[in-house]
């Protein structure tokens, strides 16, 4: 042994010389560890009745083959339904106060003597939006994310990832994808960047180039306002219930298409074997109430609304002249409108919807405002009452049919991620080619599910 | 993320001297390492009931008796043999930044798996506090802990807490300020491998003594990866640039 260690040690040689010894090297090592700590475990730690069942019978329900998924579903579907029904008495009553400051700013606007321009671009531009956004965002944002975070402290996800491991291995990726995906749900950025625990670097380019496909906390508020004015009013008298599956409906189909295209990615462009892992389920833990209704509100709800806002006021500024600079008879918006219209159209949109989408790369917040302020600016401009009033502007004055918030829905959910989260792709995987595969592999499934699903008739 | 930092690998090392003393924080997962680094910076890092949450390196800093201390709050591994890019970033940070205290935090409802992370980190510092945390789930789950003799087990101090309800915080600040200034008189306990691993250790070792001179990392330990074939460290090592004998440790690799 001493002679093969010099000569390992010798500038000539290389360790990979002697692949068995060092393997077993290695193991030894380790076992010396794992041997040693042990021995002072045994030293230290007492157990004086065995540690308590009721967790474990727990865990045995939600990891279970049988109650796993049901019981998955079931907390989302809830934690949704939740949120839907809580919200609407707040957004209505946010939309009639946020209103009626309107007329007491745009009057006070006209009598310190504003020039009609002026008037338009603040009030019915700016302002007007920001009210829009504030009414249909906050109120179900201030209760989702609470919920969710409780779902978080209590130490659930960690089982969704248990649960979902052998879907993963079967697509050719790692189970701890499952985990990135529950960070995506925070915040897609946030999710490539956890991609780091994916030991492999195939599962883990894998992980990072799906991630998008899990609807963000930016694009949550989309999801659950399309259900709800479109879907739920639509199908029948239980609105908020069928509002809250098809906002489940829309995140099973993330999973669902994360999993195809990981299968797909794991068969074509980069071939392997699944890896083994171990994932430590953690105890449930007491979530600390007060604390996470403050940090979720601080932490994600005014984050996500700060975005929103202070974008979506420089924007609907800037949609606001766009629509009121005019070459001939038609609007520079209503230019970009019109060509991509026939896009939209194949797509079960409009040209509006899809330009709102383009124009919210920076940022998915950013897809509502825009898209409202499209409509306002080329239709005529609606005032508020209450959260119908959305629906009357979508479906009255533009036409949208079921179909059409299904397929916003499913283009918000499969479609491009947002600048944030690309740069944080570029960082990790070092590589434009990469960084365009993650823009281009959803952008292609988004165009390819929503012109499918639209251009089905049942 | 609130105001905490994002650190990159500080390039240059070591740290002057002037800075205020650096903290590190390691541990396994979900040991409640972020909660304990909100608890001593008063930063507000969401703080998640699940393994996997802090993947980069994140910086705090606080006073604690009119000292300033610089908290990095490693990403959570179950060891350091560098499987992984989060397992490599903490190892990396522990070699080249060379942290004045390391504060290891460990899961009082499963120590024996936190003591092989321990035992790793005390391979590569002696400069070590063991952070024995979530006590209260342990003492819900009958287990209990003589921490007083993982102290002489160790040859380090060892403190107690109870993190989610802030007890034994000012125990840590102590026993960190006492290390940092070093007061701390540690006998770090040393694994001893067999006899063959031993040996071969040795003799790298001399050769080292021979030709890497200025290298700061604990010269068994890197003799030990080199050993376990891993050559990221030696090479990040030949890199350095406060290594004299650079062509020596670049030859090793070929």
């Known amino acids: 042994m001493g002679a093969k260690l010099a000569e390992m040690t010798d500038p000539g040689d290389d360790l990979k010389v002697l692949p068995a010894d060092s393997q077993t090297l290695s193991d030894r090592i380790v076992q010396t560890i794992y041997h040693e700590a042990g021995l002072i475990a045994g030293k230290v730690v007492s157990r004086n009745a065995p540690s308590a069942d009721w967790d474990r019978r727990l865990d045995d329900i939600l990891t279970s083959r049988v109650w796993g998924y049901p019981v998955m579903m079931l907390l989302l579907g809830l934690i949704l339904w939740i949120t839907i029904s809580g919200a609407n008495y707040p957004s209505e009553v946010l939309a009639v106060w946020l209103f009626s400051l309107e007329e007491v700013f745009g009057q006070a606007l006209l009598w310190a003597g504003a020039p009609d321009w002026l008037y338009g671009f603040l009030i019915l531009g700016v302002y007007r939006s920001l009210a829009w956004v504030v009414s249909v965002m906050l109120p179900p944002m201030a209760i989702f994310f609470p919920l969710f975070t409780i779902l978080e402290d209590l130490g659930y996800l960690p089982r969704v990832a248990y649960n979902m491991d052998d879907l993963f291995c079967r697509a050719g990726s790692c189970g701890k994808q499952a985990l990135t995906m529950c960070m995506g749900f925070g915040c897609n950025a946030a999710g490539v960047i956890a991609c780091r625990i994916i030991e492999s670097p195939r599962e883990r380019l894998i992980a990072i180039l799906t991630n998008n496909f899990v609807p963000c906390n930016g694009r949550f508020p989309l999801l659950i306002t399309m259900a709800v004015i479109i879907l739920g009013g639509m199908v029948w008298n239980h609105g908020n219930i069928t509002a809250a599956a098809a ?72 949609i606001w002249v766009l629509a009121n600079i005019s070459f001939g008879d038609i609007s520079i918006l209503g230019y970009s409108a019109a060509f991509l219209e026939p896009f939209g159209r194949l797509l079960g949109m409009d040209g509006i919807i899809l330009l ?71 960082r990790e995987t070092k590589s434009f080619k990469w960084t365009l595969a993650a823009f281009m592999i959803p952008l292609l499934t988004a165009c390819l599910v929503c012109f499918m699903v639209s251009h089905c008739r049942v | ?142 287990i209990s802990l003589d921490l007083k003799a993982l102290e002489v087990e160790l040859g380090v101090p060892v403190v107690a807490t109870t993190a989610s309800r802030g007890r034994g915080i000012n125990r840590l600040k102590e026993a960190i300020k006492d290390m940092a200034a070093g007061r701390t008189n540690v006998t770090p306990r040393r694994i001893i491998y067999d006899e063959e691993v031993e040996m071969a250790l040795q003799q790298i070792q001399f050769q080292m003594a021979e030709t890497l001179e200025n290298c700061q990392i604990d010269r068994r330990f890197l003799a030990l990866r080199l050993l376990d074939g891993d050559q990221t460290l030696i090479r990040k090592a030949a890199d350095h640039k406060n290594l004299e004998d650079k062509v020596w440790a670049q030859s090793l690799l070929k």
């Open chain 1, 247 to 318: 906002v489940v409906a829309a995140v099973l189909t993330g999973v669902a298409v994360t999993l195809a295209v990981s299968y797909f990615l794991s068969r074509t462009l980069l071939k392997g074997v699944p890896s083994f892992f171990t994932l430590e389920l953690p105890p449930f833990r007491k979530p600390a109430f007060g604390q996470i209704i403050v940090r979720s509100i601080m932490d994600r709800t005014l984050f996500v609304l700060s975005r929103a806002v202070m974008v979506a006021a420089p924007a609907g500024g800037i």
């Open chain 1, 356 to 426: 709102a989408f383009i124009l919210g790369l920076p940022a998915n917040e950013l897809v509502i405002p825009l898209m409202i302020m499209g409509y306002m600016a080329t239709g005529s401009l609606q005032e508020i009452q209450n959260l119908t009033a959305l629906k009357t502007l979508l479906v009255d004055q533009h036409g949208w049919t079921y179909m059409t918030g299904i397929c916003v829905m499913l283009f918000s959910l499969l479609h491009f991620p947002c600048a944030t989260t690309l740069l944080s792709i570029h």
């Open chain 2, 1 to 142: 993320m609130g105001k905490a930092q994002l650190l990159k690998l500080p390039r240059k090392f070591p740290l002057p001297e002037q800075t205020p003393p650096v903290i590190a924080l390691a541990g396994n997962p979900n040991t409640g390492k972020s909660t304990i680094f909100n608890l001593l910076t008063g930063l507000k890092q969401h703080t998640g009931n699940w393994p996997g949450k802090t993947v980069l390196l994140s910086s705090g800093s606080y006073y604690y008796q009119q000292q300033e201390y610089k908290l990095v709050d490693l990403p959570g591994t179950y060891s350091l043999l560098a499987n992984s890019p989060d397992e490599e970033s903490a190892r990396d940070f522990l070699c080249f930044a060379r942290p004045q205290a390391t504060v290891v935090v460990a899961d009082a409802t499963c120590l024996e798996r936190n003591l092989n992370l321990i035992l790793q980190v005390l391979e590569i510092t002696s400069q070590m506090i063991v952070c024995v945390n979530l006590l209260d789930e342990a003492k819900r789950k009958h």
